[in-house]
């Protein structure tokens, strides 16, 4: 695939360099329900403020407009691509000394490491971190944090299977009956991965050999694998998530959500500010509003995913995320060793060599 290819080169010729905001400040402003130390006078200055991100557009631009309501001189763009896509249009970029965003949202743990390594996040302590748990923060703390919880399990449209009929848990989908009316995402999915890698722990090794014989189709963003469902096309999803059966409940759309007796998949959404940004003090104001309950509040009802914030209310009309058993990497960096992996395995599994 070219991302790949991108990617691959990138990271090859990239150099390990590293960047730095100043930490927090001592005395942060409260404005607006949350505290920051940017020079709010100087960001709206800059006037301009670009994010990459996977979030759907729709998404996004629910985000964007509640900064900009906010802050109404700082005209926000974004760019939307997934995962594995956008990080290789940012690695070319930046081999070629380009630097288009101020703020980065990615969703694969595996990128945002790396990134790091490279110097790409920069540092900022935002004095709101301090809502945020150990776990929930980059290590040393300031580079990224979770922005949001992605949790996933399996969903279903009940007026094409009944709900006697659904699966009840991960093992349940191993069932010939799902042949080739199953699907998943594809492999530069970030949710995926940590599903593959939990599951079979779970289950084993031979788990994903029996699933591949259902011939599970991919696609690149949830909302195609509920689009397929809802339209009859498909009858399951495989790795499901919880925002878009919010998303699509919400719409009157025919969709069920099973939580799946060994638990769910919960994976981070995960945004910090770039290195070279083209606007830095609006960046620094932007993830101190975003990391700060007006923006965390924001995201949660532009995305339906949850915040790591526990002042922050869940998405609407969603369980609290108390309600789910939640499947997480104990160990991050066995986690990325199987990267490369999982991406063979997988792409061989839904015809994408």
């Known amino acids: 695939m070219v991302w790949k290819t991108l990617a691959a080169a990138a990271l090859a010729t990239l150099p390990l360099v590293g960047g730095a905001f100043a930490a927090a400040c001592e005395k942060p402003r409260e404005i607006a329900g949350f505290k920051t ?6 960001a709206e200055r800059e006037g301009a403020l670009t994010i990459y991100s996977p979030d759907p557009e729709a998404n996004q631009q629910a985000l964007t407009n509640a900064f900009m309501a906010a802050f109404p001189k700082i005209k926000t763009t974004y760019l939307r691509l997934q995962t594995g896509a956008l990080y290789a249009k940012l690695m070319a970029e930046r081999q070629a000394k380009t630097y288009q965003p101020d703020v980065l949202t ?48 399996i969903a279903y449209n009940p007026t094409t299977l009944k709900p006697e009929d659904a699966p009840k848990s991960w093992k349940d989908l191993l069932n010939p009956r799902w042949k080739d009316v199953i699907n998943v995402k594809v492999s530069n999915s970030g949710l995926q991965h ?11 090794d031979a788990y994903w050999k029996e699933f591949a014989t259902l011939n599970p189709r991919a696609f690149d963003s949830y909302v195609q694998q509920y689009d397929r469902t ?17 998303q699509f409940k919400a719409k009157g759309a025919p969709i069920a959500f099973v939580n799946p ?3 769910v998949v919960a994976a981070p959404s ?20 975003f990391i700060g309950i007006p923006g965390q509040q924001a995201y949660v009802n532009a995305t339906a995913l949850y915040s790591a914030r526990e002042d922050v209310q869940p ?14 990497p104990t160990d991050w960096d066995a986690f990325l060793k199987t990267h490369s992996q999982f991406v063979k395995e997988w792409s061989a599994m839904v015809g994408m060599r």
Not at 194 to 204: D, V
């Open 194 to 204: 940590e599903t593959w890698m939990l599951i079979k722990q779970i289950h084993g």
């Open 261 to 263: 007796v060994e638990g």
């Open 270 to 289: 995960l945004t910090g500010a770039v290195d070279q940004a083209p606007h830095p003090e609006a960046a620094k104001l932007f993830m101190d509003w």
């Open 315 to 328: 998405p609407k009309d969603g369980l609290p995320i108390t309600a789910f058993k939640q499947l997480i």
């Open 230 to 246: 809802v339209s009859g096309q498909d009858q399951v999803i495989s790795t499901a998530q919880y925002s878009g059966y919010l």
């Open 106 to 153: 990615l969703t694969d743990m595996t990128f945002a490491l790396d990134f790091q390594k490279r110097g790409g996040w920069v540092k900022y302590e935002s004095p709101e971190l301090s809502g945020f748990k150990p776990e929930h923060k980059s290590s040393p703390q300031g580079f990224f944090m979770w922005g949001g919880i992605i949790v996933a399990g």
């Open 37 to 42: 130390c940017a020079n709010v006078e100087t």
